[in-house]
């Protein structure tokens, strides 16, 4: 099985840098992903780190150690539509399906 | 337009009362799945398929079942809703297992409510 730990809630000041963490434990660790919810929408894709280091997309980066079953979304200049739930989710490849399993998601707010 | 589709968006019930969602997705993917999403829980795996004719359990299948008779549709069907299976539900697709197929694409989402 699967257990992914991320913060509940987080706030931010609009134009700062927050860092949201996720602590994973898998058998069988084949990538890890990284989504957006606004409430009341379904989750769209950000990132998708499988190798160690700093994956960066813009004004995202997300970061992953597979030693230490962890990684990172980084979110440069907060902007107040980046108020939302980011989600992290992992990809694992043990019993032959690649089963994905999703964190209970960390509500970030951004304040002015 | 890729994209994945659900109907109804919104619907209320009674138990016992059996209802179909339908998801629909227009990427020929091969994957698709159903979650739910309940407070304080997260994204939780109702059922998957791999392919036509090809579906299986995920973490929370019971009282819930699915077909894959086409490629493009996995309707979720509930034969008799109880109240605890009142949630936001929705449907995902993806390519397969290499190459930069691994990315979810998920429907507008259902809203379910058994009384």
């Known amino acids: 099985g699967q257990n992914i730990d991320q913060p509940t809630e987080m706030t931010a000041t609009e134009g700062a840098i927050v860092q949201i963490n996720c602590t994973y434990q898998?058998?069988?660790?084949?990538?890890l992903f990284w989504y957006q919810q606004h409430a009341g929408e379904a989750p769209t894709f950000l990132s998708y780190n499988v190798l160690d280091g700093l994956e960066e997309k813009g004004r995202f980066s997300s970061f992953l150690s597979r030693s230490k079953g962890y990684s990172y979304l980084l979110l440069k200049e907060l902007q107040m539509k980046d108020s939302a739930s980011y989600l992290c989710?992992?990809?694992?490849?043990?019993?032959?399906?690649?089963?994905?399993?999703f964190g209970t998601g960390t509500k970030l707010q951004v304040i002015p | 337009e890729a994209q994945v589709t659900q109907n109804p968006r919104y619907l209320i019930t009674v138990t016992g009362k059996k209802l179909t969602v339908t998801c629909s997705q227009n990427m020929n993917h091969e994957y698709m799945s159903w979650y739910r999403q309940d407070p304080g829980l997260g994204l939780r795996q109702i059922y998957y398929?791999?392919?036509?004719?090809?579906?299986d359990k995920g973490d929370v299948p019971e009282g819930y079942k699915v077909s894959r008779k086409e490629k493009r549709n996995f309707p979720l069907i509930l034969e008799s809703p109880s109240p605890n299976q009142t949630s936001l539900y929705f449907c995902a697709s993806w390519g397969g297992l290499a190459g930069t197929s691994y990315e979810q694409y998920f429907g507008p989402g259902t809203r379910l409510t058994v009384t």
């Open positions: 398929s791999m392919n036509v004719e090809v579906t």
């Open positions: 898998t058998s069988g660790f084949n990538g």
């Open positions: 989710a992992v990809r694992d490849r043990a019993g032959g399906y690649q089963k994905v399993t």
